[in-house]
């Protein structure tokens, strides 16, 4: 008879004891963030909490006073608001990020506004973009080089219902291919799509549980 022995698979994110503090005000006070390979991860506060700066320290776009973040794999990252050249087209921004990423085609590009809905848009320069529809090409350019880890701030604003439904299609799709994902919110209506959730207040992040259960009672 033998034992087998499982182990549990490295973190695809690790952040340990981020401190972040502008002047005086202390934003961030040793938070703490594990997240494994196909795991969905929601990071909870009320709106000054410090969820963007902490999403923006994970992404490396904003350096901490304090701590270590180490990820395995290629990272993308889908900030709040949409960092898109007015003048350029959908599909110039297409080309322009596959190239950035040395990517061979627009095969994953074009699967993803197809997958979101926006396919009539690709000629359309994004200063003549509604807002929901900027959000679908700010996460279709975070999503394009199909990273390993993905961080998104309220990815799903300004989407109406049907999008939103192709939103968790999407985000099913990579949960099932191992990315870790994680979300940036302040609100969660659905707390049974998430494998864990996480509140930040004062600067540190509590781990709670994610069931169907918890969703049921606070509806």
């Known amino acids: 008879m033998t034992t087998e022995h499982f182990t549990e698979p490295e973190p695809a994110l690790r952040a340990q004891g981020l401190h ?4 005086k005000h ?3 006070r040793g938070a703490d963030l594990n997240v494994l390979p196909g795991q969905l991860v929601a990071v909870v506060g009320e709106n000054g909490a410090g969820k963007s700066t902490l999403l923006k320290a994970l992404a490396g776009t904003l350096p901490v006073d304090r701590g270590e973040i180490e990820l395995a794999g290629a990272l993308g990252y889908c900030p709040q608001d949409p960092v898109l050249n007015g003048n350029l087209t959908v599909e110039q921004h297409l080309r322009f990020f596959a190239a950035a ?3 061979t085609n627009l095969g994953r590009g074009h699967q993803l506004v197809s997958s979101l809905g926006y396919e009539q848009y690709r000629t359309a320069r994004a200063g003549e973009l509604s807002g929901g529809t900027r959000q679908k090409l700010n996460l279709t350019l975070a999503l394009l080089h199909d990273p390993d880890v993905l961080l998104l701030d309220e990815p799903y604003q300004g989407f109406d219902w049907e999008t939103y439904l192709r ?3 999407l985000v099913d799709d990579l949960r099932a291919r191992g990315k870790a994902v994680v979300i940036i919110t302040h609100l969660v209506f659905e707390q049974d799509r998430f494998d864990a959730l996480a509140d930040l207040t004062d600067g540190r992040l509590t ?5 169907k259960e918890d969703s049921n009672a606070g509806a």
């Open 20 to 23: 972040k503090a502008y002047g």
């Open 26 to 28: 202390k934003v961030l």
């Open 101 to 103: 990423h040395r990517l």
């Open 167 to 169: 939103f968790w299609d």
């Open 207 to 211: 781990p709670r549980s994610a069931s």
